[in-house]
């Protein structure tokens, strides 16, 4: 069983900045594979980006440049994300990967309007 503590989520302007951040905790071995999918309304839910256990990173083409992935520790990760567009709000999702099997944390809301 893992259990998620997502923050960061919440109303910003079109060009401006939030940092997202995701604690994971329970039955985790090691340094994990993490990342975050986000889901906008009556859309599904995408990939936005992905940190390696070895800390190499990918990103979805949409936020390539303006989004950055990293980690602090084993099993925690944040997205920091710059430039943001309207097309950005959506529900994201942190996510992590252990032994074949994906666990999904509770999603927080961002939404970029003016």
């Known amino acids: 069983q893992v259990q998620f503590v997502e923050s960061g989520g919440g109303l910003v302007q079109p060009g401006g900045s939030l940092r997202l951040s995701c604690a994971a905790s329970?039955?985790?071995?090691?340094?994990?594979?993490m990342g975050w999918h986000r889901q906008a309304p009556g859309k599904q839910r995408e990939f936005v980006a992905f940190i390696s256990s070895g800390g190499s990173t990918t990103y979805a083409d949409s936020v390539k440049g303006r989004f950055t992935v990293s980690r602090d520790s084993e099993t925690t990760v944040f997205l920091q994300m710059n430039s943001l567009k309207p097309e950005d709000t959506a529900v994201y999702y942190c996510y992590l990967i252990q032994s074949g099997n994906i666990y999904w944390g509770q999603g927080t809301q961002i939404t970029v309007s003016s």
């Open positions: 329970g039955s985790i071995f090691g340094i994990a594979n």
